[in-house]
């Protein structure tokens, strides 16, 4: 008699042995979530932070764990770790922080040992756009991609590489600081909110037609371009131009799929898309596709969870005896 086969088993933790803190640190508001191991969202919170430096970011982050934990309805042990996104470029080595200039106070420190002492909980720290680009895989218009950027545009600019579907860090975790792709050049081709007012400013100083007025926030400048309003969609012109000037050497290099706009001057989808694949179609011979995020500003959030998720389910699946229950999916 032949023995008896059996199909393969898969197991699946119990959505409730362990929970993740994902939290996305930015230049005007922090973000916080608690997901559990199925990857739902149990409960989240955004706190705005206009004037964010690392204390006001340790006692906002402290606290918002007590108050998601409250929130969720489950208890704080269950918590496995924290994953933090922060804008700068990380040492994963040491977790020492450089080029951390939008958060006074971050860079120099030991940001990580601070969390761990706060939270009492292992912490990961990581770029808040390489958290992004992880997003976008997980949840986003990457899913299945295998190549593609996640290419952030706000208040500061920044990119996240994905090659054969794992990040690309680079040799000292820099990869994606395309703010120095205008070293060396003389022109100005900053597509960042500052340099947007500063253009509809110079623009307005030489008597292009507007109703706006001053401070010329990048904004208004989208909002007047959506009224035609003449500079409003000039200085769109330009801010696309720019933006395909960022994209193209890293297309040209990588040969990526995929460009996925974000930040809060990337996402303008219906002002930006148009003329930016015009431009990439017009320069290259292979041009990506450019796609704006389905998350919007969960991006960084959602990396966070993802990447906290997947060292939550290896360490309950590797203590699968120790009392924690596993059930068959």
């Known amino acids: 008699m032949g023995r008896t086969r ?6 699946e933790a119990v959505p409730d042995a362990a929970l993740v803190l994902g939290v996305d640190i ?26 964010v430096e690392v204390g006001k970011a340790l006692d906002t982050i402290t606290k918002l764990r007590t108050s998601l934990v409250d929130a969720s309805g489950l208890p704080a042990h ?13 040492d994963e080595e040491t977790g020492r922080l450089s080029m951390a200039t939008n958060v006074p106070g971050l860079e120099g420190g030991d940001f990580r040992t601070d969390l761990v002492e706060r939270l009492d909980l ?8 390489n958290l992004a680009a992880r997003g976008e895989q997980w949840r986003g218009v990457a899913r299945g991609i295998e190549d593609f950027v996640f290419l952030s545009v706000g208040t500061g600019l920044g990119a996240g590489l994905v090659l054969r579907g794992e990040l690309h860090r680079g040799r000292n975790g820099a990869a994606g600081e395309v703010d120095l792709v205008a070293a060396g050049r003389a022109d100005e081709i900053d597509p960042c909110a500052a340099a947007v007012s500063d253009l509809a400013r110079r623009l307005a100083a030489e008597g ?34 720019r933006i395909a000037l960022h ?30 694949r015009g431009l990439l179609t017009e320069w290259l011979p292979f041009p990506p596709r450019v796609e704006v995020s389905a998350l919007g500003d969960a991006a960084v959030l959602t990396g966070a969870l993802a990447v906290g998720l997947e060292l939550a389910q290896e360490r309950v699946f590797a203590n699968r005896h120790d009392g924690r229950p596993s059930v068959p999916a």
């Open 208 to 241: 292009v037609e507007t109703k706006l007025a001053p401070p010329y926030d990048a904004r208004a400048v989208f909002g007047a371009a959506r009224q035609s309003d003449p500079l409003g969609k000039a200085v769109v012109e330009e801010e696309a131009r």
């Open 6 to 11: 059996y199909g393969a088993v898969f197991f």
């Open 122 to 129: 292992p912490v990961t720290l990581d770029n808040d756009i």
């Open 247 to 276: 994209i193209a050497p890293i297309a040209a290099v990588t040969d990526v799929a995929l460009v996925v706009l974000g930040g809060g001057i990337g996402t303008n989808a219906d002002l930006l898309l148009d003329p930016i």
């Open 26 to 51: 930015g230049a005007r508001f922090l973000r916080a979530a608690i997901c559990d191991l199925s990857g739902a969202v149990r409960a989240r919170q955004d706190v705005e932070l206009p004037d």
């Open 78 to 90: 269950l918590i496995d770790s924290a994953v933090v996104g922060v804008p700068a470029v990380v």
